[in-house]
């Protein structure tokens, strides 16, 4: 993992936790047992420009036959703990008890959103992350059925461009989110444009 980081211990306020978004910081944990929180300042930042999403023809395809109801905001904590939850292709994950305290507060207080795949009454895909300024910052999104989290970014990307919000972060970038269309930035890069988001009034999600 590119960039500085070091140990930080659990007692860390939502006001803190905003503030260090603001200038470039996220939190992460060794792991779910794991109580404490560390700093990550990557050198290199994903971002998923929104004038540059792109959607295959197949995924275009799926979303017309709407296998899912799409919510926001109905079941923050129970997207966080599918994003928690162990999978086949992933045993592990960084959100510990901690974060989901923390981040849970955060939905409280307005400024941390869901996406929601529902199949019936069955949450089966979703993911959530930080709204702050004109940026939302990606955390996490997970999927129990073909192309539910996919078709939650979607919805995701055409929300926050309707709600007029400049920068969508997704902390690095995978195969899967190149996809899209998400690049790698240089930290200063990367700095000037949250600079630029954090200009002018709170977006409502």
């Not at 507060?105 to 993911?127: I, N, P, Q, Y």
Request: aromatic share 10%; hydrophobic share 40%; net charge neutral.
């Amino acid at each position: 993992m590119a960039g500085r980081r070091g140990r930080y211990y659990p007692a860390i306020s939502p006001d803190v936790l905003l503030r260090a978004y603001s200038i470039g910081l996220f939190p992460m944990a060794e792991s779910a047992d794991d109580p404490e929180i560390f700093w990550v300042e990557p050198e290199i930042r994903g971002i998923l420009p929104l004038d540059a999403f792109h959607v295959s023809r197949s995924l275009q395809k799926a979303i017309k036959r709407s296998p899912f109801t799409i919510r926001a905001d109905t079941a923050f904590e129970a997207v966080m703990a599918g994003c928690a939850a162990e999978a086949p292709a992933r045993p592990s994950t960084w959100i510990n008890s901690t974060i989901r305290t923390l981040y849970t507060e955060l939905h409280r207080m307005g400024h941390a959103h869901s996406v929601e795949a529902f199949e019936g009454e069955e949450l089966v895909g979703g993911l959530y992350g930080v709204s702050l300024g004109a940026a939302f910052f990606g955390e996490s999104m997970f999927s129990r059925r073909t192309n539910a989290s996919k078709i939650c970014l979607v919805h995701l990307v055409e929300r926050l461009r309707a709600k007029g919000f400049r920068l969508l972060d997704t902390q690095f970038t995978t195969e899967h989110l190149k996809t899209f269309g998400a690049i790698d930035v240089p930290k200063a890069d990367y700095l000037k444009l949250l600079a630029s988001a954090m200009e002018g009034e709170q977006r409502q999600f």
